[in-house]
Every structure is written in C-alpha cells, then in structure tokens.
C-alpha cells in the first residue's frame, strides 16, 4: 500500500507538528534507521566506547577517594577535592567523548536534514544512497553553522563564569553567594534564550543554502512572536526522547548499581558497564533524531507563516495542471 505524503512546507499547531514529526519517522522508519546508523554510527560508538571508560574511571576514583585523607580544614578540604576530581575528568578519554558524541550530534542532525531534503524532492523511493549523495553537499556548511552556534555559548558561559569569578574573589561570604547564585540564575535563562532563539539556523542552512551569518539572522526573523512555541517544542520532544532513551540507558544504570553496591559476582572489572555505556550512547544518538525532524517542522512551519512559500507553489501547481488540461483538450 503506498503512503501518503506528507506535505512538509505547511502550516501546522503545535499537536499537528508532534504529529507530523512521529507520521514522518514511522512513514521512513527503516532509511533514517539505516541512515542515521551508517553515519552517526561509528562517531557514537567511539564516543561511547570513550564514555564507557571515563564512567568507570570515575566509579573508580569515587570508591577509592571517599577513604582519601584531603585535609584538616573546610578549604582545604575542598581545594583538594575539587582539584583531584577536576585532574581526573578531564582526560584524554574525556576529551575524545565530547568531541566525537558533538560531532555524532551534528552528524545526526546533518542525516535528518538531508533525509527531508530529499523527500521533499521525491519521497520514493527514499533511499541511504540518496541521502548520502545530500550529505556530501550539505555537511561542511551545517558544520560550519554549529561551529558558530557552539562558539557562541562558549563566549557566553565564559563571560558569566568570569563575573561569577570575580564575585567570588571580591565579595565572598554570604552576599557573595547570594550574587553568584543570581548571576548563575540569569545566565542559564541567557543561554536558553539564545539555543531557542538560535535552533534553526542549522536547518536554514540546510534548506535554503544560506551561509551561517545569514542564517543566525534569519532564525532570529523566523522565531520572533514564535519564542515560546519553539521553546515547548523542543522541551516536548525532549521529554519523550528521555524517555525513550531510558530503555537504552538501563542496562548501564543496572551494573553502575551494581558496581557501586558490590553485587553480583558476575560484575566485576569495567567491561560490562563500557558495553552498557556504549549501547546506551549509541541509542541516544539514535533517539536524538526525532528532535532534528521536529525542528524541521516548525522551520517549515514558521516560513509558511512568514513567507507562504508553499502556499505560492501549490497555487502554481494547480495553475500549470489547468493549463496542462487544456493543452490536453486541444488535441
């Protein structure tokens, strides 16, 4: 039986847009399965598989630090604590976990975004070579695009973090903590603001072939009035891809418990809870693409109310099929 079609360039409530996202991922379960799996694939597994580690070396550190002597003093206490754990997180295992589960995000997002490219040109048959053929073309701009975006929070966190450095150093005590806790508070409602605000410019990248300048301002075009429903839709997928992934993350919840609580036999050295962490990774990756579909939706939502691209085609459809009718009467 031959699907319906689904019209992306729409304009669409909120419910329809949750709606849309799921229709479109059951319609092309298999080839964003494949897609996603053979692209993103093998960035995740090397970021889990580095992950893996980094969650049992800390395991480790934890079990073996709680004994540790760390000093007399309240400060010294924690100067040595937090300098210890500070030098063990930060590794090179950590490094190569962030760096490649950032650069399977994008990947992810890059596949979603080319996928729709390509049904929107022909939605059969859609195929992993079609998609694949969309990715070479598409992925150093999107790159680009979540270069900026990153590069943009990375100001933004180290700009609040020095205020709230300095309020440390020069207030302190109780007045101190109160501003720091206020800093703190603005700067996350800062960088919520900004992601939302921001979230498109990747897909506008993607499917109108802008450069990532252009497209942070277009973003900027395309959310304003529309702030707050974009927020919810993001915080809506969110919620159900955390869910979802839960079932991915149990088995590594599973032997962290039985780690830390020292039961089972059968649970000992960190193999087990590296595979765990690594199918727990991967799944994530995997999950994350409904929110890179959804957002396409509100994209092409929100450009119909602006623009009513779509409207416009579909009135010259119906305009070309009349005159292809009466060519047709003609002989």
């Known amino acids: 039986m031959k699907k319906d079609t689904i ?3 729409q304009e669409r409530d909120f419910g329809d847009k949750i709606n849309a996202s799921f229709t479109f991922v059951s319609q092309n379960f298999k080839t964003l399965f494949l897609s996603v799996l053979y692209f993103a694939g093998p960035l995740s ?15 480790d550190f934890a079990s073996s630090g709680a004994a540790k002597p760390r000093g007399t003093s309240t400060s010294e206490i924690f100067a040595n604590s937090f300098g210890d754990g500070f030098t063990h997180l930060f590794t090179l295992n950590y490094l190569i976990a962030i760096i490649f589960l950032i650069l399977a995000s994008i990947t992810v997002a890059v596949t979603v975004f080319s996928l729709m490219i390509e049904y929107q040109e022909n939605p059969e048959p859609l195929t992993v070579e079609r998609v694949w053929a969309r990715i070479q073309t598409v992925f150093m701009p999107i790159l680009g695009s979540y270069a900026i975006l990153i590069l943009i929070f990375m100001v ?51 499917y109108e072939g802008v450069g990532a300048w252009e497209a942070l301002g277009k973003a900027k075009f395309l959310i304003e009035d529309k702030w707050w429903s974009t927020f919810g839709l993001i915080m809506i997928i969110g919620i159900i891809n955390s869910f979802i992934t839960m079932i991915f993350g149990a088995p590594a919840m599973i032997v962290t418990f039985m780690k830390v609580l020292k039961v089972g036999g059968g649970i000992s050295g960190n193999i087990p809870l590296i595979i765990t962490t690594v199918i727990s990774t991967v799944g994530q990756v995997i999950v ?25 085609l579909l009135i010259e459809g119906i305009g070309q099929k009349k005159l292809d009718l009466n060519e047709d009467g003609e002989y």
């Open 156 to 206: 933004i966190i180290v700009a609040f973090a020095a205020v709230i450095g300095a309020m440390i150093t020069g207030v302190g005590g109780v007045l101190g903590g109160f501003l720091v806790g206020i800093i703190g508070i603005i700067g996350f409602i800062v960088v919520i603001y900004f992601f939302v605000t921001l979230s498109l410019s990747p897909a506008i990248v993607a």
């Open 288 to 312: 994350s693409s409904l929110t890179y579909v959804a957002i396409s939706f509100q994209y092409f939502n929100l450009v119909e109310k602006r623009e009513g691209n779509g409207l416009k």
């Open 7 to 9: 019209i992306l360039q």
């Open 45 to 59: 597994l090397i970021g889990g598989i580095a992950n893996g580690i980094v969650q049992s070396n800390n395991l």
